[in-house]
């Protein structure tokens, strides 16, 4: 009976990663070190407990397609040498293909990469940038385009996308139509949607904002104030608080049917036959992810925000930081009420 048999590659991976990976350091080396051999100028490291429980390496070296971005998690895979003559001629850090298979066979890796920084392409649909949209725009013309339509008439021209990311529009009437525009875009491209979408929390989740109102269909259109402003605790309108000064007018009325961006995302998905999955992220005015539930990555995606959804500090974090801001307005109200009784009670100068 034979005794002598092959090692199955997962078990010589994990053999060869005790060589090659004796501690959270030796990660950080190798890693390190692949990039140096693919001229990085430029590393960041990452770790959290040490290493123990996540380390990430980011570099600004050569990229790889996908196929050699596949073939390099195989053993003695390597870019470096193709034959024994190029080993007394070898000036890379590694050359013998190990690393990247010992440390995938002991831990979970996760590889970005693109062999050119323009593998990625950007479409900003904006009628109206501001001119440090386009100083930014001037440096990345090669992997951005810019869309000089409103939303509603741009969306239509993106033959397809990964992603979407939706801010600035805060009401109802836009919101709702864009998701629906970018639905039909991504089931006619035949992709999962994916779509990133801010202001969802207050003050816009359940109160229409306008930049343009008379381009939102009267029937659409919610009683609002160019002066009036908004406040925490107080469903009406009032004077004061946060508020556009003439950049733009806020509804009257908080909730009810047809008002505000959260409504709007709602609506949407319960207008809808497929399952989607949610995520809302309560900072900064709040921050929401609405993706197919048969998406690719949707474990992926679900896994990276489960621990922000809803999160209850966060929402205390931002409660606090609102009514902080509120305050800050208040107190420049106040000066500024001050200020102009100070004019009137100025003493006329001879």
């Given at each position: 009976m034979a005794r002598i048999h092959l090692l199955p590659d997962y078990l010589a991976n994990q053999i060869a990663a005790g060589e090659v990976v004796e501690r959270p350091s030796s990660v950080v080396k190798e890693l390190v070190e692949n990039a140096l051999d693919a001229g990085a100028r430029e590393i960041e490291v990452q770790l959290e407990h040490g290493g123990k429980s996540r380390i990430q390496v980011s570099d600004d070296g050569f990229g790889m397609g996908r196929d050699d971005a596949l073939l390099a998690f195989d053993r003695h895979a390597t870019s470096k040498i193709a034959s024994f003559d190029d080993l007394e001629r070898v000036a890379t850090l590694g050359f013998r293909g190990e690393a990247l298979a010992s440390i995938a066979s002991v831990a979970r890796v996760e590889l970005t990469t693109a062999e050119e920084p323009g593998d990625g392409?950007?479409?900003?649909?904006?009628?109206?940038?501001?001119?440090?949209?386009?100083?930014?725009l001037q440096g990345h013309s090669q992997c951005v385009t810019h869309v000089a339509r409103p939303s509603l008439d741009g969306i239509a021209t993106v033959d397809r996308a990964d992603a979407w990311f939706i801010d600035g529009d805060h009401n109802w009437y836009t919101v709702y139509h864009e998701l629906r525009l970018i639905h039909a875009a991504a089931r006619s491209a035949g992709t999962p949607l994916l779509v990133f979408l801010h202001d969802v929390g207050?003050?816009?989740?359940?109160?229409?904002?306008?930049?343009?109102?008379?381009?939102?269909?009267?029937?659409?259109?919610?009683?609002?104030?160019?002066?009036?402003?908004?406040?925490?605790?107080?469903?009406?309108?009032?004077?004061?608080?946060?508020?556009?000064?003439?950049?733009?007018?806020?509804?009257?009325?908080?909730?009810?049917?047809?008002?505000?961006?959260?409504?709007?995302?709602?609506?949407?998905?319960?207008?809808?036959?497929?399952?989607?999955?949610?995520?809302?992220?309560?900072?900064?005015?709040?921050?929401?992810?609405?993706?197919?539930?048969?998406?690719?990555?949707?474990?992926?995606?679900?896994?990276?925000?489960?621990?922000?959804?809803?999160?209850?500090?966060?929402?205390?974090?931002?409660?606090?930081?609102?009514?902080?801001?509120?305050?800050?307005?208040?107190?420049?109200?106040?000066?500024?009420?001050?200020?102009?009784?100070?004019?009137?009670?100025?003493?006329a100068v001879a």
């Open positions: 392409h950007l479409v900003s649909i904006d009628p109206s940038p501001s001119e440090a949209y386009f100083a930014w207050w003050p816009c989740a359940r109160r229409d904002m306008y930049y343009a109102p008379q381009n939102i269909p009267a029937d659409f259109r919610q009683p609002h104030s160019w002066e009036l402003g908004v406040t925490l605790g107080s469903s009406e309108a009032i004077t004061g608080g946060f508020r556009g000064a003439g950049a733009f007018a806020v509804a009257l009325q908080e909730g009810g049917p047809r008002n505000g961006v959260l409504t709007a995302i709602e609506d949407f998905a319960a207008a809808r036959t497929e399952e989607f999955l949610w995520a809302y992220v309560p900072a900064v005015f709040g921050l929401g992810v609405l993706f197919d539930r048969e998406h690719p990555q949707a474990g992926e995606i679900a896994t990276i925000l489960a621990p922000y959804h809803d999160n209850p500090l966060l929402a205390r974090l931002e409660r606090n930081r609102l009514a902080n801001y509120l305050k800050v307005i208040e107190w420049q109200d106040r000066a500024a009420e001050d200020a102009a009784a100070t004019v009137l009670r100025a003493p």
